[in-house]
C-alpha cells in the first residue's frame, strides 16, 4: 500500500515537471495562469526594486 | 499464462495511452476547446488541466509499455479511465453533442471515431478492466523493472 502511494505521488510529480517544463519550452505552450504576464511584470520590478541587477 | 495475458494487456493499454497522450500534448488548444464544450470544469483551471492531463497520460502509459511501476501506473488509470466514463456519462446525460477529446489531432489523422457517445464508454470500461487486470496479475513477462532487478 505504502509503495503504491509512493509510486503514485512520483508519476503525478514527474507528469507535473514534464507538463510544466514542456508548456515553458515548447511554442505550442499556453497561458495556464491567467495574470501570468502580469506577476512576470511584478517579479522583474521587484528586482529592480531590491538592486539584485 | 497470467503473465503473458498481462504482458498483452500492459502492451495494448500503454501503446494506446502512450499515443492518445502524445496526441493531444502537441495541441493543447484543442484539448482545452474539447474541455470547455464538456461543461464540467469552471473556466480557470481549464488551462491547468489541459496541459497536465495529456502528459499524465502519456507518462502512466509510458511506464505501463515499459513495465515500470506498471501495477501503479494500472491501477491509477483505471481511475482515470473510470473519470472519463462519468464525464462522458454526464455529457451524454445533459444531451451535450461533443468530441470526446480522447484522441485529439490522432483522430483526425486515421479517421477513427471520437464522439462522447455510447461506443466511447464502453472503449473506456474496456480499458478500466485490462487495468485492473495488469493491477491484479502480479507476474509479467519483458518487463524494465524485472530486468533491473535481474541485474
Redesign the interface.
Known amino acids: 500500500m505504502r509503495?503504491?502511494i509512493i509510486?503514485?505521488l512520483?508519476?503525478?510529480l514527474?507528469?507535473?515537471f514534464?507538463?510544466?517544463l514542456?508548456?515553458t519550452v515548447s511554442p505550442?505552450?499556453?497561458?495556464?495562469?491567467?495574470k501570468k504576464a502580469v506577476k512576470k511584470a511584478e517579479i522583474i520590478e521587484y528586482i529592480y526594486y531590491r538592486g539584485y541587477v | 499464462m497470467a503473465a503473458k495475458l498481462s504482458f498483452i494487456f500492459r502492451i495494448v493499454i500503454g501503446g494506446v495511452f502512450l499515443l492518445a497522450g502524445l496526441a493531444k500534448i502537441s495541441d493543447p488548444v484543442r484539448f482545452i476547446l474539447t474541455l470547455r464544450e464538456f461543461r464540467l470544469f469552471p473556466e480557470m483551471i481549464i488551462p491547468f488541466t489541459a496541459v497536465y492531463l495529456p502528459w499524465l497520460e502519456f507518462v502512466l502509459g509510458i511506464s505501463i509499455f515499459l513495465g515500470i511501476m506498471h501495477r501503479t501506473s494500472a491501477l491509477m488509470l483505471a481511475g482515470l479511465n473510470m473519470l472519463f466514463v462519468i464525464a462522458i456519462g454526464s455529457v451524454i446525460f445533459r444531451g451535450i453533442v461533443v468530441d470526446c477529446g480522447c484522441f485529439g489531432l490522432l483522430a483526425d489523422m486515421l479517421k477513427l471515431p471520437d464522439m462522447a457517445d455510447w461506443k466511447s464508454i464502453v472503449r473506456n470500461l474496456l480499458f478500466t478492466l485490462m487495468c485492473i487486470g495488469i493491477f491484479i496479475i502480479k507476474k509479467t513477462v519483458i518487463s524494465l523493472e524485472g530486468y533491473i532487478k535481474k541485474q
Do not use: K
Open positions: 509503495r503504491i509510486e503514485s512520483l508519476i503525478l514527474i507528469s507535473l514534464l507538463s510544466i514542456y508548456n505550442r505552450g499556453i497561458e495556464i495562469l491567467p
